[in-house]
């Protein structure tokens, strides 16, 4: 009998833990290797805990170019331009934009919504064969407008995504409070969509179970604390070079170290697509107006979700901004956001379980997924998707390292 083929999995975020999972269920022999102590405590831990299935819009928009010169001044405190001035990220820049007209912006839209419906069959079929616990909640999710225009142009995409078959329709500003009567406190409703098949969960807590599920039934290791300094290409074989001297070598390499794996590729003359976009996100204890749906408010590009006795509220895109840390001037436009938008919904004064983290961004808004060479390959890019796209990627993952198992 041949023996399993070897895979090292590198980071143990949720698309780290998704492609895991995957590999040790398609006969890979798993080991993870991980800078953190355990899984999902990067990106993955304070994100806004959305499985946007239907919300898959792309970053890239006719919407997002017409902004620009009004977000590269800082004059926009959701999103702010802080890309560097190096010949990567203008190429990303560059690509960025020529995906910003309108024929690139549905094709990609589309495409992540297709991997996002993956994403969903693949999670069901998770959840009927291991019933874990992650908080999983099926609360539905409502994209607010203050506007007529910008709700009309919503509704154009929506029409669009509909016909492919995403789940969503349009409701007026009263029939959006009927769904969620917490909307009653949020000044200029203009009207809303409302997708009832989304859900919620703890996204940190469903890598950890993927992992333990991988070790479990298909004998998976996991590694944590060891921080990946370099990769070696063998060609029939990789090796994973750490810090702490030790190497690790495996049939199959796949990169999933989120926007790190360009630091970690580019030596082998790789250069991928990815930028850090980061993001911030805390948690108030809520109050009786807090809205049990999950929210997405589309002007101020905040997200709140409803965790039982707190509310969190995850918001702010600075793309480019890599640095570790966050900044409280930025955690406060988010807070000031949530404050304005709901403000009866929690005590804001109490706010704590302050975080910043990173997503790795394409031009396109979809991850790359695919192999770099016969023995290395990554799972990348999936912006702040990672959490909905996970479980699809890891699939489409399996598939293209299928004729090397």
Not at 113 to 120: C, I, N, V, Y
Not at 211 to 219: T, V, Y
Not at 262 to 289: I, N, Q
Not at 386 to 405: F, N, P, Q, R, Y
Request: one cysteine or more; aromatic letters at 8%.
């Amino acid at each position: 009998m041949a023996r399993a083929k070897n895979v090292i999995v590198v980071g143990a975020g949720i698309v780290g833990a998704a492609s895991a999972f995957a590999l040790g269920k398609a006969g890979w022999k798993v080991r993870i290797i991980e800078e953190a102590k355990g899984p999902g405590l990067g990106a993955s831990f304070g994100n806004g805990r959305q499985l946007s299935y239907s919300y898959t819009n792309a970053l890239a928009s006719p919407a997002i170019l017409r902004e620009l010169p009004r977000l590269a001044c800082g004059k926009d405190d959701a999103f702010r331009m802080a890309l560097p001035f190096t010949f990567s990220s203008m190429i990303w820049l560059t690509r960025f934009l020529r995906n910003c007209a309108a024929h690139r912006s549905t094709h990609n839209t589309l495409s992540a919504l297709a991997l996002a419906e993956k994403s969903r069959c693949e999670m069901e079929s998770l959840l009927t064969q291991f019933p874990i616990d992650f908080e999983h909640k099926r609360a539905g999710k409502l994209t607010v407008f203050q506007t007529d225009k910008a709700f009309r142009v919503a509704q154009k995409l929506m029409q669009t995504k509909v016909s492919a078959g995403s789940n969503q329709k349009p409701l007026t500003a009263e029939e959006a409070i009927e769904v969620e009567p917490a909307l009653a406190q949020y000044a200029k409703l203009a009207g809303a969509i409302y997708a009832p098949g989304d859900s919620t969960g703890n996204c940190s807590l469903f890598a950890e179970s993927l992992i333990d599920l991988a070790c479990e039934k298909f004998g998976a290791e996991f590694h944590g604390g060891v921080r990946a300094s370099s990769i070696e290409d063998y060609g029939k074989t990789a090796g994973l070079v750490c810090d702490d001297g030790a190497v690790y070598e495996a049939d199959q390499l796949v990169v999933c170290a989120g926007h790190y794996s360009h630091r970690l590729l580019e030596p082998l003359g790789y250069r991928l697509p990815v930028v850090a976009m980061k993001g911030y996100s805390f948690t108030a204890p809520k109050s009786a107006l807090a809205p049990k749906v999950s929210v997405t408010d589309s002007s101020r590009r905040i997200v709140l979700t409803d965790l039982g006795d707190r509310l969190l509220v995850a918001g702010a895109a600075d793309l480019g901004d890599d640095r570790s840390g966050y900044s409280m001037t930025r955690m406060g436009s988010v807070l000031n956001a949530a404050r304005t938008a709901f403000p009866d919904a929690a005590d804001y004064s109490c706010a704590g379980e302050f975080w910043a983290g990173h997503r790795p961004l394409t031009p396109n808004s979809l991850p790359v997924t695919k192999r770099l060479s016969h023995s290395v390959a990554v799972n990348t890019g999936h912006g702040m998707l990672g959490w909905t796209l996970a479980m699809g990627s890891a699939a489409v993952l399996t598939e293209v390292l299928k004729d090397t198992l």
